[in-house]
Nanobody, 124 residues
Framework: QVQLVESGGGLVQTGGSLRLSCAAS????????MGWFRQVTGKERDIVAA????????DYADSVKGRFTISRDNAKNTVYLQMNSLKPEDTAVYYC?????????????????WGQGTQVTVSS
């Protein structure tokens, strides 16, 4: 079992920045690839970014490339999502997730564990 707790969400103006954190506990953090997803009420949960077990491989949704950066610190059992140049369309609940795969995955059904989510709201 892996427990995931997100933090760092909030309200920010267009063009602003936020950094989300996801702290993991339970089984060995470095045994999991990690992902950040987001969901708007009434819509599907979409990939934002993913990172491999080691952190050497990353993958991003086209909509966030060049603005968001995913990283991880295996010594601290934490994955981060640095979000810059935020837009109103980035408003969503953001979830982190853990996958037993080696590499980053954009598929939600390949993730085994999920956090409770953190709200990000970008005002125009």
């Amino acid at each position: 079992q892996v427990q995931l707790v997100e933090s760092g969400g909030g309200l920010v103006q267009t063009g602003g920045s936020l950094r989300l954190s996801c702290a993991a506990s339970g089984r060995t953090f470095s045994s999991y690839a990690m992902g950040w997803f987001r969901q708007v009420t009434g819509k599907e949960r979409d990939i934002v970014a993913a990172i491999s077990r080691s952190g050497g491989g990353t993958d991003y949704a086209d909509s966030v490339k060049g603005r968001f950066t995913i990283s991880r610190d295996n010594a601290k059992n934490t994955v981060y999502l640095q979000m810059n140049s935020l837009k109103p369309e980035d408003t969503a609940v953001y979830y982190c997730a853990a996958s037993s795969l080696f590499g980053p995955s954009q598929r939600a059904n390949e993730y085994d564990y999920w956090g409770q989510g953190t709200q990000v709201t970008v005002s125009s």
